[in-house]
């Protein structure tokens, strides 16, 4: 698609906006209003796109997507029609293909710009502008849950992303590439995009497109994940190209992705980094997110022998959420397989829902070993029999049950004791000052180790203008840029609330 002149796209917008400024004044409709408001600032943002695209200017591109999750809920079929009808030459086919995925039932709820649709007519539209104009109707579709025209939108508009390879489109790929995989897992069709998936990824490689490959690896581990076939996800990810994030979001998901992949290759270890370090860095609003983290990240810490503080379950918004979590960690804690048997049927559902029914199945080694932990600290000589009723093993034989797990306890290093096979019993050895051992070193080394990791992470995600050392700026330069600075935190903090 061709190219025009910055300056007679503004003169032309300013014209329509000062159009409908007028017909807003005449109308006594809020509803007309409201769309007209929403309009006028969906044709802010493709000024900024043409802009970007113009200069070149990825920023642009990039903080046009985030203005758009202002509007995102305020949108209306007639509102996204009279923008159709302002960005793009009305008649052509890409006009008339999107404008078929829309409703037709309140195209007559606020009057179209006749004089801007004809003056449009004689003008080219950037490709940036045509890929908004799909990201922006997918998004329509999604939210008012046409999923079956979403589908197909998004499938036409992957289809024309195929032909262009500009940087200025990457950061609109890479919402697309996002609502394009949602569509099809909203209509449980989520398998037949794999390929298509993996065609663009290779694409995104061959063109340095980091953005859209991060995207699309985290879209492919999803789709992996979705069905269980963890084996395939953990080859991908390892054999992927590895570079440094530029989406905090994606960062977050591929390490939420990460940690599960880790979880059933039983590297608990790995998993319980990777899970607690996506919940710290999702942002606040993230609820759902940080929920799913934090469920797993219970889950692998248990796994680990570790106890969860109580802290984790009473955090604002996720006592509901993290309630069957909380009372099968209690029943971990105490180290009582009745109890644990009891939570896990009482809230098998919930467990199903989140995928962590395996999981759970393999907890119960670890009631038994915290139990007889319990055990051996309380008493300092104890008979085989009672180990077993106080474990509560269910077993034809609970004594050989209880020596064999007794053994394999010791063995582990999980107690200190030893077994009395002639007589029973097994006996436990005094506790020793931990602190006379190499424990709180490396209590204090991971600590240490952790905040190192943070700095460092800081340090690398701070920003310097270009070419500071060399020139000085001015006064009248600082403020502007400060308040560029303030306005780009804002919308990050606008995308963090509404991208998870």
Avoid at 176 to 185: G, Q
Avoid at 328 to 348: P, Q
Avoid at 371 to 379: D, E, K, P
């Amino acid at each position: 698609m061709g190219e025009f002149p910055i300056s007679t796209f503004r003169t032309k917008m300013t014209q329509d906006v000062e159009m409908k400024e007028q017909q807003v004044a005449a109308a006594p409709s809020n509803s007309t209003s409201s769309s007209t408001s929403v309009l006028q600032h969906l044709k802010e943002i493709a000024v900024l796109i043409e802009t970007g695209a113009y200069a070149r200017e990825v920023r642009r591109i990039l903080r046009a997507v985030r203005l758009t999750i202002a509007v995102r809920r305020k949108l209306k079929a007639s509102v996204v029609s009279s923008f159709l009808s302002f960005a793009l030459a009305p008649g052509s086919e890409v006009h008339q293909k999107l404008s078929s995925y829309l409703p037709k039932d309140d195209q007559n709820d606020m009057e179209v710009d006749t004089a801007s649709s004809v003056t449009q007519a004689t003008v080219k539209h950037s490709s940036e502008l045509e890929i908004y104009c799909y990201l922006l109707v997918l998004i329509f579709l999604i939210d008012q849950k046409k999923y079956s025209d979403a589908k197909a939108c998004s499938s036409a508009s992957i289809a024309r992303l195929k032909n262009l390879n500009r940087r200025t489109v990457d950061v609109l790929a890479s919402r697309l590439y996002f609502f394009y995989s949602l569509s099809y897992e909203l209509t449980g069709e989520l398998s037949e995009i794999r390929g298509n998936l993996l065609a663009l990824h290779r694409a995104a490689t061959l063109r340095h497109d980091e953005l859209g490959q991060e995207t699309l690896l985290n879209l492919l581990l999803r789709n992996y994940l979705h069905y269980n076939l963890y084996d395939q996800a953990e080859k991908l990810r390892s054999k992927a190209p590895r570079f440094e994030a530029h989406s905090n979001q994606q960062f977050c998901r591929y390490l939420f992705y990460l940690g599960k992949i880790r979880t059933i290759q039983l590297e608990y270890t790995d998993a319980k980094e990777a899970l607690l370090q996506a919940a710290r860095k999702a942002p606040v609003a993230a609820l759902g997110f940080r929920v799913q983290c934090n469920k797993w990240a219970v889950i692998v810490r248990l796994l680990l022998g570790e106890i969860p503080e109580r802290t984790l379950f009473m955090q604002k918004g996720m006592e509901k959420a993290l309630r069957p979590y909380f009372e099968l960690t209690n029943a971990v804690r105490i180290g009582d397989l009745e109890l644990f048997k009891s939570i896990a049927e009482k809230f098998s559902t919930t467990f199903s829902s989140d995928r962590t029914n395996n999981l759970i199945v393999r907890l119960r080694h670890n009631v038994i070993r915290t139990g007889l932990r319990n055990i051996s600290i309380s008493y300092s000589r104890i008979s085989l029999a009672d180990v077993a009723k106080k474990l509560r093993l269910d077993s034809p034989n609970p004594v050989a049950d209880a020596e064999s797990i007794v053994s394999k306890a010791i063995r582990d290093g999980a107690i200190d004791a030893t077994l009395d096979h002639a007589n029973g019993w097994m006996v436990s050895k005094e506790t020793g000052d931990i602190y006379s051992t190499n424990e709180p070193q490396q209590a204090f080394n991971s600590r240490i180790a952790f905040c190192l990791n943070m700095h460092n992470e800081a340090v690398r995600a701070l920003r310097f203008p270009p070419n500071s050392h060399k020139e000085k700026e001015s006064a009248e330069k600082r403020r502007e840029r400060q308040q560029q600075e303030q306005e780009l935190a804002k919308h990050i903090a606008e995308e963090d609330d509404d991208d998870f």
